[in-house]
């Protein structure tokens, strides 16, 4: 769903995206209110897949921009999933080349409650095998569960689990790295609401979660590098969140909420590496790597948030919100962020709306720093500033327009690892291109402009164009993030005819940076009076990339249920768009050495064709 947003820069090959210039990490994902960590497929090899299955969401709301309140523990955007409502006997049975699902739901007790659960058995080797991965084993499992109560006429009851299980075996195309992992997560919850009176209202909600994962790689490239890696990672946290709103009248509400948790982590990591000449010393401080981590981390957090909706004047809708998020290691330091939140919604006239928006956003929260809240102490927390001013006219039955343009200010220092050759790399943690990034401050603008025409109509189109930078302040220069795209514009277009649907997805944009890899001669005779080092920092930039995704279907009715045929085709055009490079000192036939680079691409051409029975 990000990935089809304006202002999203998202990579061909992992679940995960960069929304308006922020790093991938920093997206709240939420299912029935509960945060979830990490909800993906194969997380340490590129988060390849979503772990939350279509089939098991009813809406999901998306925030790119300046999001209420209540979403704390994230500077990016926010991800909002609601459960599938269950009004009927609902069966449904998807098989295609990437899995097979199931969804069973049905109302129970007399309407009184209702139940359903959806489950996923993905198959990872077809787009695997398009990464240059060889996949001999895999298991990709998810498994939602969820129950409804009502408790009378004021006061209903929701539960639910989800439950993430990956074991998987990789390769690279040419065998020079390997791993493999094993990962398992699971999240249960509560979620009760009740109605004290027509204008009081308190949701409470209770979860637990827990993962573990195992990794284990090596690499193995000739002439380069060798060496292994293992980590091993356990996690569990349990969290309560209490709101109150109180809205008597229409023109304003006041919602109140605090928020309890508690994180236990341990992680161990090893890793032995050798690299040979010439790339030391220009990409690795020494030519060895043997490296010994263990940490054991308990962490509390705490947050609380106010915010008043307000309908003071004519056609104008103001929102106010203050927020404190604090943490406390039990061998470390506690410390507190306030944050505060303003948007004002203005109706000019009856198809033409006004808004504007200023706020700020953390993101400190334990599950996050365990890797840095051991020996060395908690990582920084990291704070946001943004602006946002948007006009939208939709008049009916025609075209409908946005223009929005957003600031954002980045003002911590923040750590973060990079592969600068190709992110594709399997054991990234010893991989001869890791470098680290020390962002003193970071920048982030953007114009947007989004056309979409009527959508109650057979034919639908929707178009988008985006202006952007996202820059990071290291070592005194401002430097673009390496998925940093100046230009870019999506095409999204919808014809349904009868029980025929066709869909499909255009996009362009300016190629991402990199950094370029420089020999200090055209050859050279001896590798060990050679050294080869890292260019300006992502001073070059890769080919604009282009990609055309079209999905076809049609539905037949049967005496029991309905069956539909899909077949989707992601990057139709075969556009060949480059992603990576790699880089390999290459013996002349004079015996002389020369550098030399080849090219890598994003996810190509792949077809995926599916049946889908519903009843």
Same mark, same amino acid.
């Given at each position: ?51 939350? %299955? ?149 949701? /409470? ?219 594709? /790399? ?17 920048? #982030? ?96 930039? #890769? ?5 055309? %995704? ?47 680079? /080849? ?6 051409? #792949? ?9």
């Amino acid at each position: 769903a990000l990935q089809m947003l304006p202002g999203s820069a998202e990579a061909g090959y992992t679940a995960r995206t960069h929304v308006r210039g922020s790093r991938d990490d920093e997206t709240l994902l939420r299912y029935d209110g509960v945060p979830l960590a990490s909800p993906f497929h194969l997380e340490e090899l590129q988060s390849l897949f979503s772990a939350i %299955d279509p089939q098991s969401v009813e809406t999901a709301t998306a925030w790119t921009g300046i999001a209420p309140i209540q979403f704390g523990n994230r500077i990016g955007a926010v991800l909002d999933f609601e459960p599938r409502r269950v009004v009927a006997t609902s069966l449904d049975a998807a098989l295609s080349n990437q899995g097979l699902s199931l969804f069973a739901g049905t109302p129970v007790a007399g309407d009184g409650g209702t139940v359903f659960a959806a489950f996923r058995a993905q198959n990872a080797v077809s787009p695997a095998g398009w990464v240059d991965l060889d996949t001999p084993v895999p298991y990709l499992d998810d498994l939602v569960v969820r129950a409804t109560w009502t408790l009378g006429e004021r006061t209903s009851l929701a539960a639910g689990a989800l439950g993430i299980d990956d074991r998987r075996s990789a390769y690279s195309n040419d065998r020079t790295e390997q791993v493999r992992l094993e990962s398992q997560a699971a999240y249960a919850w509560v979620r009760i609401r009740h109605d004290f009176t027509s204008g009081l209202t308190s949701e /409470t909600l209770l979860w637990t979660d827990g993962a573990s994962d195992f990794t284990a790689g090596t690499i193995a490239v000739p002439g380069v590098e060798s060496g292994t890696a293992t980590a091993r990672d356990a996690r569990h946290s349990i969290g309560a969140r209490e709101e109150l709103t109180y809205a008597r009248s229409r023109r304003w509400a006041l919602r109140l909420g605090a928020e309890l948790g508690t994180v236990d982590g341990d992680n161990s990591a090893a890793a032995q590496a050798g690299y040979l000449a010439p790339w030391v010393p220009g990409l690795q401080p020494s030519a060895t790597l043997d490296q010994f981590t263990a940490q054991s981390v308990h962490a509390d957090s705490a947050a609380g948030y106010a915010s008043l909706r307000l309908e003071g004047l004519p056609r104008t809708i103001a929102d106010l919100g203050l927020r404190y998020d604090a943490r406390r290691y039990r061998a470390g330091p506690s410390d507190g962020v306030p944050t505060a939140r303003v948007s004002v919604r203005h109706e000019i006239g009856t198809a033409t709306t006004l808004r504007v928006g200023w706020g700020q956003s953390s993101q400190a929260s334990p599950t996050d720093e365990i890797s840095g809240g051991g020996a060395g102490g908690p990582l920084a927390a990291r704070r946001l500033t943004q602006t946002n001013v948007s006009l939208e006219r939709a008049p009916a039955n025609t075209w409908s327009l946005r223009l929005e343009a957003y600031r954002k200010r980045e003002g911590a220092p923040v750590v973060s690892y990079e592969n600068v050759f190709s992110p594709l /790399t399997l054991v990234p943690d010893i991989g001869v291109d890791r470098i680290t990034v020390l962002s003193q401050r970071a920048r #982030m603008d953007g114009i947007e402009l989004t056309a979409a025409s009527d959508r109650s109509r057979p034919l639908g189109v929707a178009l988008s164009y985006t202006w952007s930078r996202a820059d990071d302040l290291v070592g005194g220069r401002w430097i673009p993030r390496s998925w940093d795209q100046p230009h870019s514009i999506q095409a999204l277009g919808l014809w349904q005819s009868g029980a025929w649907r066709v869909s499909s997805t255009a996009s362009w944009h300016r190629g991402w940076p990199y950094t370029p890899l420089l020999a200090p001669a055209q050859t050279w005779s001896d590798p060990g009076s050679a050294a080869v080092a890292l260019g300006p920092r992502n001073s070059l930039r #890769m080919e604009n990339v282009f990609s055309l %995704d079209v999905r076809a279907s049609r539905i037949w009715p049967l005496r029991s249920g309905s069956l539909e045929a899909s077949i989707s085709l992601l990057d139709a055009t075969d556009a060949h768009s480059t992603c990576c490079r790699q880089y390999s000192v290459v013996a002349q036939p004079g015996g002389d050495y020369r550098l030399m680079s /080849t090219r890598s691409n994003w996810l190509r051409f #792949m077809p995926i064709v599916g049946l889908r029975w519903h009843h």
